[in-house]
């Protein structure tokens, strides 16, 4: 069985940064795909960040510049550094893992940009 636990997120003022990191854990014998999803009130899930196996970090162009997508396959965690964060950036963060055994999600964390 797999899990999946987030952390990080919260309220931050415009302009500030906030760190989210998350960890699989249990039977994955190999991470192909580390990602970041966010949704915000009343639009569709979309893709922040993702990183391949070993690879390169690629970012949605809202973010580009400003989020830092990293990832650590031999021990199955990814991080999201976020900076100049300003207020369309506010919504549910969401880390995805493609593995071997199929697609895990996390929990959800919310992030709150307001002055």
């Known amino acids: 069985q797999v899990q999946v636990v987030e952390s990080g997120g919260g309220l931050v003022q415009p302009g500030g940064s906030l760190r989210l990191s998350c960890s699989a854990s249990?039977?994955?014998?190999?991470?192909?795909?580390m990602a970041w999803y966010r949704q915000a009130p009343g639009k569709q899930r979309e893709l922040v960040a993702n990183?391949?196996?070993?690879?390169?970090?690629k970012y949605g162009d809202s973010v580009k510049g400003r989020f830092t997508i990293s990832g650590d396959n031999d021990n199955n965690t990814v991080t999201l550094q976020m900076n100049s964060l300003n207020v369309e950036d506010t919504a549910v963060y969401y880390c995805n893992f493609v593995t071997s055994r199929g697609d895990f999600w996390g929990q959800g964390t919310q992030v709150t940009v307001s002055s």
């Open positions: 990183i391949l196996s070993y690879g390169r970090g």
């Open positions: 249990g039977s994955i014998f190999a991470t192909f795909e």
